[in-house]
């Protein structure tokens, strides 16, 4: 079982509409949680961080996270064909693994016009 | 500077050469990592420094690699006698802490013919 895990995708949306992405993970220790955006040539780009249980909000994107369930999720309102790009969620699992982020495969979304 | 840069930007190398990787984290970052991400997959850590202290190297995947931050700032990454499976994009990310978010350097693309 990989330690982290994304549906890979492609995920479609048309234009306006909600993208809901998940993760799991399956360190029960795991403190701190991030998505970044991966545009085709590019390199990560942190566009949320999550650290306790519940929702986050940043202008259109929703994280949420159950540790209980090991499951974080990134929710993008209002997709925008610029959003199209390859989503990263990352763990980091605290303790002597210091800052060590553990990437999923990426989920690759397309919103179309 | 504003942000991580890394140099070279693309990197072709014959089997069998040595080649160097350098990143300038941003002014401040105490802690620096480095990333390898083949086409289609997330980054899999490499290497950890916290200053100049190389804290975590169970990433480097032989001991063909290897990495300096001397001066507790600027890194190199060194691969000796390159391998076709060393190909890949090598990213270079740095934070405020080992908790703290990390930020990306735009990756050198490596290619090994």
């Known amino acids: 079982q990989k330690e982290v895990e994304q549906n890979s995708g492609p995920l479609s949306v048309p234009e306006g509409a909600i993208a809901s992405l998940n993760c799991t993970y399956s360190?029960?220790?795991?403190?701190?949680f991030f998505w970044y955006r991966q545009y085709s040539g590019k390199s990560p780009e942190l566009i949320m961080s999550?650290?306790?249980?519940g929702d986050k909000e940043d202008g259109r994107f929703t994280a949420q996270l159950n540790k209980a369930s090991q499951y974080v999720s990134l929710l993008i309102r209002d997709s925008q064909p610029s959003d199209s790009a390859t989503y990263l969620c990352?763990?980091?699992?605290?303790?002597?693994?210091?800052?060590?982020?553990?990437f999923g495969q990426g989920t690759i979304l397309t919103v179309h016009p | 500077g504003a942000g991580v840069s890394q140099s070279p930007r693309y990197k072709v190398a014959k089997r069998g050469q040595d080649v160097a990787l350098r990143c300038d984290p941003i002014s401040g970052h105490v802690s620096l990592f480095w990333y390898q991400q083949a086409l289609g997959q997330g980054p899999e850590f490499l290497t950890y420094?916290?200053?100049?202290?190389?804290?975590?190297k169970s990433g480097l995947p032989s001991d063909r690699f290897f990495a300096e931050r001397p001066e507790g700032s600027v890194s190199t990454l060194k691969i000796q006698r390159t391998q076709q499976e060393d190909s890949a994009v090598y990213l270079c990310?740095?934070?405020?802490?080992?908790?703290?978010?990390?930020?990306f350097g735009p990756g050198t693309r490596l290619t090994v013919l």
């Open positions: 990310a740095s934070s405020l802490g080992t908790a703290n978010e990390q930020f």
């Open positions: 360190d029960r220790v795991s403190q701190s």
């Open positions: 420094f916290q200053n100049e202290a190389q804290l975590d």
């Open positions: 990352a763990v980091h699992a605290g303790g002597t693994s210091y800052g060590k982020l553990t």
């Open positions: 999550i650290y306790s249980n």
